[in-house]
């Protein structure tokens, strides 16, 4: 993949877009997020890497952290933010996806990072666009950014995300996280159980290289990373489960069961945490959680996927990008 303007032009769509050797791709993206960690904690923590470059987010969805960090992680890099906020622009009016992204970019961006409750927006924004194209999550299908930090704040405090033992616990079948998660840690050689009811399960798990149990508590004691995700319940069409009260009891985090971890044993949660649901209050709090550094590693890996784009015309792991 080559830098836009210079041939072909690179996205970050899912997982796979980080090449035909994805473990390498992560690595390369950690190793970059090594040096913008430490730009961060600069007294000012900018750089003119990006400076010229009009990055644009445009958010279809809901969004805190995600929408923040990509605005943070490119006001840091010097280049210049526009922000498209669907409730006040001609969206309401009824103008066509097409025609948004064709008068975006008729003002002239580098970049596009694009949040949308339906899976696939981001692949199709791409198809007409010449500016890079950064899923910013895109229904149920991928998150990649999300998994990107996940892996660079596992490493972190793990050491490496080789041979650690994850549970991704909780509704699966609707976490576009979960997918990007699934990709990314099996790539880097971890072994993944996914806990969770059959209901919250993808109805195939064909070519998910995962064990599954429906038994927390069983998993626990051999768990590194717990990683626990959020009861979606805009995405939930039918009801899947009983009630959240016995879905806390089978499946949340409470403090009894974080007791069974190992010592040393990592608490995460991508946000937005249902405090009580699927992690108690205390859980969260606990210096095994890395729940906040996850958020502040994120600008950090959001900085390095923006420089890999736009700014440094080197490959991310090879010519993997479709
Ligand atoms: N913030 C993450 C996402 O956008 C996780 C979640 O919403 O549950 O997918």
């Excluded at 699927?278 to 890996?301: K, L």
């Amino acid at each position: 993949m080559s830098r836009p303007g210079a041939g072909t032009r690179r996205n970050l769509l899912s997982i796979s877009d980080l090449g035909p050797d994805v473990a390498g791709g992560i690595d390369e993206v950690m190793t970059l997020t090594d040096s913008f960690v430490e730009v961060s904690e600069r007294q000012i923590p900018k750089v003119p890497a990006l400076r010229g470059r009009t990055v644009v987010s445009l958010f279809f969805e809901d969004s805190t952290r995600t929408r923040l960090s990509f605005e943070t992680a490119a006001k840091r890099l010097s280049a210049d933010t526009m922000n498209f906020s669907v409730g006040t622009s001609s969206v309401k009016k009824g103008e066509s996806l097409r025609d948004t992204i064709e008068t975006i970019e008729a003002m002239g961006v580098d970049a596009i990072v694009v949040r949308h409750a339906s899976s696939g927006v981001p692949k199709q924004v791409a198809q007409w666009a010449d500016a890079a194209v950064i899923n910013a999550g895109d229904g149920w299908h991928e998150h990649p950014t999300q998994a990107l930090l996940d892996c660079y704040t596992i490493r972190q405090h793990a050491g490496g995300v080789a041979g650690k033992r994850i549970a991704i616990v909780g509704d699966v079948k609707h976490s576009r996280v979960a997918r990007s998660n699934v990709a990314a840690f099996t790539a880097l050689r971890a072994e993944v159980t996914l806990v969770a009811p059959p209901t919250l399960l993808p109805p195939s798990l064909d070519g998910w290289p995962v064990k599954v149990s429906h038994d927390l508590e069983s998993v626990l004691a051999t768990t590194d990373v717990c990683y626990l995700l959020r009861m979606q319940r805009e995405r939930m069409t039918e009801a899947l489960i009983p009630s959240l009260r016995e879905y806390t009891a089978l499946y949340g985090l409470t403090a009894r069961r974080a007791d069974l971890l190992p010592d040393g044993a990592l608490v995460m949660h991508p946000g937005p945490m249902n405090r009580g649901v699927e992690i108690a209050a205390e859980v969260a709090e606990r210096p095994n959680a890395v729940i906040v550094d996850q958020v502040r590693n994120g600008v950090a890996v959001r900085m390095a996927v923006l420089f890999l784009l736009l700014g440094s015309g080197t490959e991310f792991g090879g010519d993997g990008n479709g």
